[in-house]
């Protein structure tokens, strides 16, 4: 029994598993066809998200409705982020025209900026075929010349870094975007969302929605777009004034405001600001201030390649020293070293 599973999987036929729920459908034509390109530090969760998608549209359809081919870029295995590395059928190539190419990609995002990435999604594009990425798999195409006005996007985490390397480009904080040839997703559930759609397209919304049920998620009436929840649920609370305050600092980091700029901005006292803030997050107004723009910082540190300075004055602070002292205060580790660490562990990764 083990073997004969096995089997299944070592031919180029679509995979059609057994299972007790059923959809019936028309047998198509043909088979879509998808290839995922994994790179080093592809995220798991959103590669099997989306493979996940197709498996149980077959399943439930007891059709070939879909096929998938998994790739890298030289035919050896790839290492996710979480160390797990995963086997593929065989390096990047010409791929006919009517496959779907998805670039999975994760941290760092530079990894799927390489010229074989690039060129292999150039090629694909240039010759009619759909190219996509996957979670931060969007920096492919940007490199590649291919976003320009189309709608995309990547990760929320990767925004300041991907706006710093294409300033230019303007990425959307939705879940995923689907232009023409062009599809990308936030990753992580996000990609069960875009798959959602394009098996919506293909087969229908009723078919759509089973899938998503088999998936043991809610079907939700619309389209949930925004990548983050709001501010007012993941800070806890309503207060409609101080909802205001934060998204007002959270949009003044390089040019924090005063105290007095936020009490005449929101209409409340100086002192009424430190009573809320401190009644809600048991800090003063400074203190949560100071920590959006070191966790700021810290990001900025994780995905780009900006000189300390750089990051200092993204921050809003008007030196080096003033940021390095504080930044060690908040994460117990000055930036130099957070910096050293990380290299250590991009090299890991690659060598992985």
């Known amino acids: 029994m083990e073997n004969s599973f096995k089997d299944r999987f070592t031919t180029a036929a679509p995979v059609v598993p057994q299972g007790d729920a059923f959809f019936p459908l028309p047998a198509p034509e043909t088979s879509t066809v998808f290839a995922f390109l994994l790179v080093p530090g592809f995220t798991l969760l959103a590669f099997s998200a989306a493979v996940e998608a197709l498996r149980i549209a077959n399943q439930l359809s007891q059709q070939p409705l879909y096929q998938w081919r998994v790739l890298s870029v030289d035919g050896e295995p790839v290492y996710s982020s979480s160390g797990i590395p995963i086997g593929v059928e065989g390096a990047i190539d010409k791929l006919p025209r009517d496959t ?7 941290n760092p995002a530079a990894e799927a900026m390489t010229p074989a990435v690039v060129g292999a999604v150039q090629r694909h594009h240039r010759f009619g075929g759909m190219v996509g990425g996957i979670c931060t798999g969007a920096v492919a195409l940007a490199r590649a010349g291919l976003l320009g006005d189309k709608a995309f996007t990547l990760h929320w985490e990767n925004l300041p870094a991907f706006r710093t390397h294409f300033p230019d480009l303007l990425p959307k904080e939705t879940k995923y975007e689907i232009d023409g040839r062009l599809m990308t997703c936030g990753g992580g559930s996000a990609a069960i969302d875009m798959m959602l759609d394009l098996i919506g397209r293909d087969h229908g919304e009723a078919f759509a929605a089973m899938v998503s049920e088999m998936c043991l998620r809610k079907v939700a009436v619309g389209r949930e777009e925004e990548q983050r929840s709001s501010t007012s649920v993941l800070i ?117």
């Open 236 to 352: 806890r609370t309503r207060h409609p004034g101080l909802l205001s305050m934060v998204e007002l600092m959270k949009s003044h980091l390089e040019d924090p405001l005063t105290m007095e700029e936020l009490a005449l901005t929101s209409g409340y006292s100086r002192r009424h600001i430190e009573r809320l803030f401190m009644s809600v997050f048991g800090k003063t107004p400074g203190e949560f201030y100071r920590g959006l723009r070191l966790d700021h910082g810290r990001m900025l540190l994780s995905s780009t390649d900006l000189e300390l300075i750089d990051v200092a004055t993204a921050c809003g602070y008007g030196s080096v020293g003033h940021f390095s002292r504080c930044f060690k205060a908040r994460f117990g580790v000055a930036p130099t070293a957070y910096n050293r660490a990380l290299g250590r562990a991009r090299r890991t990764t690659r060598r992985g």
């Open 100 to 106: 779907g190419l998805f670039v999975c990609s994760g």
